[in-house]
């Protein structure tokens, strides 16, 4: 028998994409949000043997100007995907419907920090600065728990420290 694994990952940030010519606003994640059906984890947006079985994106939230997801994966699949280090993701948009057509695994993701994160990950901005394990303690915490507790995601989302949060409180130590 198969074990489930939870992993929470940075799915996108609302802003202007001018190449794809489409503009997100946070009005918009919400309605991403609401709209939301769990989608299926592909490989660079393509079609391959591993459609269906990879894992899925089972919910979706916001923190901000971010979008946030559980992602849900066979052990096996995991294991898989980090080894061969393929946690960077990009998510498939319908903007006229608001809705998430889709997620993959890919090499460059548009919004540079989506990834999906495990214990121990770092995330790299464009200036250099580094934040350590942007899953908060207290969220890993409630993820352990959820296995033998009914907690849900909302609880250990409210908990986590969006990207745009770290930058704020990154500014703020910068200015004292």
């Known amino acids: 028998m198969s074990n489930k694994i939870e992993r929470e ?13 489409v503009s997100v606003t946070e009005d918009d994640l919400d309605e991403v949000v609401k709209n939301f059906k769990p989608v299926d984890v592909d ?3 393509s079609s391959t043997p591993f459609d269906g079985i ?31 280090g393929a946690k960077k993701c990009s ?6 419907l608001k809705t998430l057509t889709g ?3 890919v090499k460059n993701p548009r919004v540079k920090s989506a990834q999906i994160f495990n214990e121990g990950d770092k995330i790299q901005f464009d200036d250099g600065y580094i934040l350590d394990n942007p899953i908060s303690n207290v969220q890993k915490t409630m993820m352990e728990e959820k296995k033998t507790m009914s907690i849900s995601n909302d609880d250990a989302a409210k908990s986590t420290m969006s990207i745009e949060d770290a930058k704020n409180q990154r500014s703020e130590s910068r200015i004292r």
């Not at 990952?9 to 010519?21: C, H, M, R």
């Not at 998510?91 to 006229?96: F, I």
Request: no cysteine.
């Open 9 to 21: 990952g940075l799915i996108f940030v609302a802003g202007d994409y001018p190449d794809k010519q």
């Open 43 to 45: 490989i660079e947006h």
């Open 54 to 84: 990879l894992g899925t994106l089972s919910k979706v939230y916001k923190k901000g100007k971010e979008l946030w997801g559980t992602f849900s994966f066979e052990d096996v699949a995991w294991r898989l995907i980090e080894k061969a």
């Open 91 to 96: 998510v498939s948009y319908n903007p006229e």
């Open 103 to 105: 997620i993959g695994l």
